[in-house]
């Protein structure tokens, strides 16, 4: 029987190394996944001799930048990458099968280095997005991503809900294979693969119950008018890594992270679900009895493997909705309500978006067709070449700067945007007065020839501001009178600086 059904996708969605002072190597998989007759397995293949380097020692401090230093190309050549359907032997239940295509990816998988610091993202099982925290720039942590095989299957029929044990051989002998050892025939969309799992189970009980459970959850939920039947909505959430239970043995994390999202029409009937799950299925490989790992080193490595935020995408159909956010260890979760209301695109009219207030912005290229997409479905929000990244509760120190995107449309897109321009401006949500104005901001540069869609991001200096709640404003006019309606979003300026220079206030 299966203590975990790998096809329920119970793991991180990327091949991925934390190497810290304090770590071994820790790695996390792909999940096995069954599409309309065939099993998609992850597998990675490492050279024998120089994998086993990498057990050496794991504790000493300068155990890898000696391995490093002999060999400065060791994690790219660690990994097996010209192989085909020959080199493998999958067997299900002790057959082997045959192998229909066997394909090496890239893994789900970036560091990333923006305004705030460096970390990784990965993509989940369910296509969206976990952030990890920031580390200092004394901390000596490598990451690293492995490209991984895909090998595909035709199972043999068997019931719904069945488990079956997978085995992957690969020649020759001086390769070694890193593969999931089991899944489960439990059929799910590709954007919910915790329906039906002993987790996205707790997951629903815990959104039934609307109550903290010790995940102090932000949450925040965007929509941009994309079609004339809808919208596009955006997801964001955070929550402190500390609180999620977690495990670490010999540089192995044991740990059950997932997130689940529930939209409720205006009615209260249930318009649609997504999950997600970060971390971590190792087969039959059961927990450690104990770990070996020191306080302090846990600690470390946690800082390092476990994230700290989640963000996704998914569309709606125009209407009101209520959008429930759960965030789960296995034992505790979060739970977070948020309104929505997702519009309609008319290209005819002039329109704006929501606001969406960011702390993390980053550079990438200004050209859409250059642009590497986190995943297939999750796209960020770039504006002239910068990414910004949605925060889930944004509060800012007073020396911060407070960066907010919005998406606006030229009715008119056989002329430039010349005569578009953004209006800003910022109220006390105490005496709800004005208390800071902008120069109008002209869309023109945000415009492209031929579109209609405009994607406006900019900076707002906070020093003039006292500590205390504000809402930020915008509106969008033409040269022919016609302006949007204010759009407002909520911040708060704290009243005391970060103890450590380049650290999130309270949420990322």
Not at 361 to 369: C, M, Q
């Amino acid at each position: 029987m299966c203590r975990k059904t790998i096809f329920r996708a119970y793991l991180i969605a990327l091949f991925m190394i934390s190497i810290s002072p304090f770590a071994g190597v820790t790695a996390a998989q792909d999940p096995m996944r069954v599409q309309p007759d065939e099993v998609l397995v992850p597998t990675v293949v490492f050279d024998k001799e120089l994998y086993g380097q990498l057990k050496m020692k794991p504790h000493r401090r300068d155990s890898y930048e000696h391995l490093m230093a002999k060999d400065a190309k060791l994690w790219d050549e660690i990994v097996a990458k010209n192989l085909n359907a020959k080199n493998f032997h999958l067997y299900e239940d002790e057959q082997e099968q045959k192998i229909q295509r066997v394909k090496l990816e890239p893994p789900a998988f970036r560091v990333v280095q923006d305004n705030l610091g460096k970390h990784p993202e990965i993509v989940g099982s369910g296509g969206g997005v976990w952030g990890y925290p920031d580390l200092s720039k004394t901390d000596r942590s490598v990451w690293v991503a492995f490209p991984q095989y895909v090998l595909s299957y035709v199972p043999p029929k068997s019931a719904p809900g069945s488990c079956h044990q997978i085995q992957v051989k690969v020649e020759p002998v001086k390769l070694t294979v890193w593969t999931r050892s089991e899944y489960g025939n439990t059929a799910h969309p590709a954007s919910d693969p915790l329906a039906g799992t002993e987790f996205g189970q707790k997951l629903e009980a815990a959104a039934s119950s609307t109550t903290q459970n010790g995940i102090d959850l932000k949450a925040r939920v965007v929509a941009f008018a994309d079609s004339l039947d809808g919208a596009r909505v955006y997801v964001s959430t955070a929550f402190p890594w500390q609180s999620l239970t977690h495990k670490i043995s010999n540089g192995t994390l044991y740990a059950t992270i997932g997130s689940l999202i529930l939209v409720y029409r205006k009615d209260g009937t249930p318009a649609a679900r997504y999950s997600d799950f970060a971390c971590c299925d190792y087969g039959g490989k059961s927990e450690p009895e104990e770990s070996a790992a020191t306080p302090e080193a846990s600690q470390d490595e946690g800082r390092a493997l476990l994230p700290d935020r989640y963000a996704t995408k998914f569309s709606l159909p125009a209407g009101e909705y209520t959008v429930r956010i759960v965030v789960s260890d296995g034992l505790h979760f979060g739970v977070q309500d948020a309104p929505l209301t997702a519009m309609r695109s008319d290209a005819a009219e002039l329109q704006m978006s929501d606001l969406v207030l960011c702390r993390r912005v980053r550079r990438v290229s200004a050209e859409p067709a250059e642009q590497t997409p986190v995943s297939d479905s999750y796209t960020p929000l770039v504006s002239n070449g910068v990414e910004f990244t949605p925060a889930a509760s944004p509060q800012y120190w007073p020396d911060e700067m407070l960066f907010v995107y919005f998406e606006t449309n030229n009715p008119k897109p056989s002329q430039s945007a010349a005569n578009l321009h953004a209006n800003l401006r910022i109220v006390s949500m105490e005496s709800a007065k004005i208390v800071d104005t902008f120069e109008p901001v002209d869309l023109a540069k945000y415009g492209r020839p031929g579109t209609t869609a405009i994607a406006v991001g900019r900076g707002v200096i906070l020093k003039r501001l006292q500590p205390g709640a504000y809402r930020l404003e915008a509106q969008v006019a033409d040269g022919a009178g016609r302006a949007t309606a204010w759009r407002s979003a909520q911040f708060t300026v704290l009243a005391a600086a970060p103890l450590e220079l380049g650290q999130p206030a309270a949420d990322h």
